[in-house]
């Protein structure tokens, strides 16, 4: 699970990854008699690590607020990312060997392709095996141009669903079926989305956030000025949890940073450090992306948050020990 969600999490949006993971694996851990948070557990630690990729939107808005560029801010954070991998294949063997202590041994009799099709209700009529090498190369061709930045996502990804659609189901009726089956979700997302951008509307344009952010400024006392890199790796995680991204990266870490500047630090190591704690912002009521994840999988949203956050809390710390060790966040 771990592995296959920290693949798909490739492209920076944790909605993909959820309805990809949720679909494969969620037949399993219902064959197996899993507790279905462990697969939401899993899948979210993996794209909370993935979440910072340059396409993704913490890290964009990063770049956006401080005026600076992908490789000052990503590139350094690298290492850590790949050691947070590490650290959720690592929570995921935890996860099986505690499994595997309560369930035992199971033996499945049942092919899996049938056992997927039919706890998602699936007709597996509408698969294309033929056409499997095809899609990996409209699949591949669209990873290339995410890294490379060829065009702009939403141009990547409408024109891959385009070839796909018309080269899998060319007839009109098939594609507006095909639509139809995934429109609940799509909506169910998109509403989210326009419910928490009006919230945090509100908090912008009553002038809230502003108010927020120069309080917490002036909570800061001077001696604390030179480590604010590490207070900020700590700190970011339950304020983005409490507020949503626009209103930190916007409101309150470019105050941050400017005064962290008149004690030498940097603000490429703002920048950086302000990203170390999306593993628990993504917990956040305000992310639509997990209420989506939760009903997938068929689990109490607050049951998922109480279940995943100390793991999400040791995404965190880890990623900060590292880049403290490899210099990348200055002590």
Partial sequence: TAVLALSVSLDGDGTTTYIIVVAAMLPLYKRLKMNPLILTATAFLSSAVMNILPWGGPTARVL?????????VFTPLIPAMVVAAGWVIF??????????????????TEDADELVAEANHEDVSLRRPKLLWLNALITIALLVGLFTDAMPLPVLFMTAFALGMLINYPRLGEQRNRL?????NAMIVAGMVFAAGIFTGILAGTKMVDAMSQTI??????SLGPHLPILTGLTSAPFTFFMSNDAYYFGILPLVTKAATQFG????????ASLLGQSVHLLSPLVPSTYLLAGLAGVDFGD??????????GTVLVML??????????V
Wanted: some cysteine; glycine content about 8%; aromatic content about 6%.
């Fill in 217 to 222: 400024v002036t909570l800061i006392p001077n």
């Fill in 91 to 108: 929570v995921a063997y935890i996860f099986g060997k505690r499994e595997r202590k309560r369930l035992g041994i199971i033996t499945i």
């Fill in 265 to 272: 630090v940097t603000v490429e190591a703002m920048g950086r």
């Fill in 321 to 330: 020990v590292v880049c403290l060790i490899l210099g990348v966040v200055p």
């Fill in 180 to 184: 139809n089956a995934h429109a609940g």
């Fill in 64 to 72: 956006s607020a401080l005026h600076l560029d992908s490789s000052q």
């Fill in 304 to 313: 998922h948050q109480r279940f995943t956050l100390k793991w999400a809390c």
